[in-house]
């Protein structure tokens, strides 16, 4: 897991210093609310082709590292 939340970047001066995927303007959250919101991981593939399937499965295991309050900070 700790591979996959290598993925996961904070930056003070990008989207706020909310957790993003690999540097790029795409929150955590916004793949954890499509994933919610019913869209299967190929289909947010298909509609952000700059996104990988270990992007997804990072941010689920960053949403699971929050939830459990291991309280992840990426490097």
């Known amino acids: 897991m700790a591979s996959l939340l290598d993925r996961i970047t904070i930056e003070p001066g990008k989207m706020h210093g909310r957790p993003c995927i690999r540097g790029l303007r795409m929150r955590v959250q916004d ?24 992007d997804l499965r990072a941010a689920l295991a960053y949403a699971s590292a929050q939830a459990g309050g291991t309280g ?3 490097a």
């Open 72 to 74: 992840v900070v990426p």
């Open 31 to 54: 793949v954890l609310e499509m994933m919610a919101g019913g869209m299967t991981p190929d289909q947010i593939l298909k509609d952000y082709p700059y996104l990988e399937a270990d």
